[in-house]
């Protein structure tokens, strides 16, 4: 019997907000190094919100947005989906590269410094996640795909679906000087996965 | 300019001509087009799973290319819609995402669009047009007017099917 995100109490959407809550502290340090500079963040929101509500927090299923996925195997199976809006996108880049660009457009470059980017952060997530849980947990290569962000948003919203009909994101915001790079991180644990996360946790 | 009436997802919605049915950004999922060709009725439903029958919360008919096909006639018929001249038209089903081993869950787009077939095969209505697959995004507009269905993207164009 799996459990699905319509069924989650208050105590075990706190110990979901920790999770975020400190991978995100992980990945900024992470992010920090790699580019020598200072990160900080706010503290991340987790939202669980209904199938239709989800593509505006990026501002509507139109907006061009990027997506990089990963699937998760080990004691868990799931999925991660890190979304950005193209402009945190870009902001992300310049920072990562040291370079001005004010275009709008991303390149290959961009795009494979994005894809890093989603490395260590995910790695940061799940190492995170593995040190409390004490679960296995191996993560694959990323997929970066660039699209309406409905599109986009289909993939992690379908994952959902198969048990309840909401989603879970946890909302990151980078703070690099004057550059916000606001991301959206998606974890979704297989139907069964979810029990095992949650008791693992001590919470089920 | 007549108002977009939107489906999001997991949604459905009907229109009587000369009304225009829209979704925004369809990905893996599957938009639906019902037209009576006779009457102009028409209608949308935009799915994300290929069954009802493996999954336990199913109480949403617009969730699932099955339920969410027959439910869509259901209101149609409802509306003064002729079940013998509906035809249907479908876009969608796109893979966002590129994996070398090509799981279930990944080729779901593909799932969607097969079963989306299926079943209005068995219904009985014809399929007369789609632009499905790939792995780009879709906004789509049903116009009841006419009963195109225009598809726009994010750099592979725009088209009427």
Redesign the interface.
């Known amino acids: 019997m ?1 459990i ?1 995100l ?1 069924d989650l109490n208050s105590l075990q959407i706190d110990v979901m907000r920790e999770i975020g809550n400190i991978g995100a502290g992980n990945a900024a340090t992470a992010l920090s190094k790699m580019i020598s500079k200072r990160i900080d963040m706010d503290v991340p929101k987790v939202n669980i919100l209904e ?2 509500n ?2 505006e927090l990026v501002g ?3 907006v ?1 947005v990027i ?1 990089i ?1 990963f ?1 998760v195997t080990g004691d868990i199976d799931g ?1 991660i989906m890190f979304l950005m809006e193209k402009k945190s996108a870009k902001m992300l880049t310049n920072l990562l590269m040291s370079k001005i660009d004010e275009g709008e457009s991303l390149d290959d470059m961009d795009f494979s410094a994005l894809q890093e980017v989603g490395n260590i952060l995910s790695g940061s997530y799940l190492s995170s996640l593995s040190a409390l849980t004490g679960l296995k947990l191996v993560v ?1 290569v990323p ?3 660039m ?9 992690p ?3 959902f ?5 909401k989603v879970m994101l946890i909302e990151t915001d980078f703070i690099e000087g004057t550059n916000h790079v606001k991301g959206n991180f998606f974890l979704i644990p297989d139907e069964d996965s979810f029990e095992i996360l949650l008791k693992s946790l001590g919470v089920v | 300019m007549t108002d977009l009436i939107k489906v999001g997802m997991a949604d459905m919605n009907t229109t009587n001509c000369p009304g225009v049915l829209t979704t925004l950004g369809l990905g893996s999922c599957v938009g639906i087009c019902l037209y009576d060709t006779s009457t102009k009725i028409s209608g949308m439903v935009h799915i994300m799973l290929p069954s009802s029958a493996q999954i336990k919360n199913n109480s949403n008919l617009a969730k699932f290319a099955d339920t969410g096909i027959a439910k869509l006639i259901e209101d149609m018929v409802r509306m003064g819609a002729k079940r013998s001249k509906l035809v249907s038209k479908i876009a969608g089903g796109s893979q966002m995402f590129n994996f070398n081993d090509a799981s279930d869950i990944m080729r779901i787009g593909t799932r969607n669009v097969t079963a989306t077939k299926e079943t209005l095969k068995q219904l009985n209505i014809p399929l007369v047009a789609e632009d499905t697959g790939g792995n780009y995004g879709r906004t789509i507009e049903l116009y009841s007017e006419t009963g195109i269905l225009l598809i726009k993207t994010i750099g592979y164009g725009m088209k009427q099917i």
């Open positions: 799996g699905s319509d199938f239709r989800v593509a509507g299923p139109e061009e997506g996925y699937k999925s694959s997929s970066l795909a699209d309406m962000a409905g599109a986009i948003l289909s993939v919203v379908i994952l679906g198969q048990v309840g009909d």
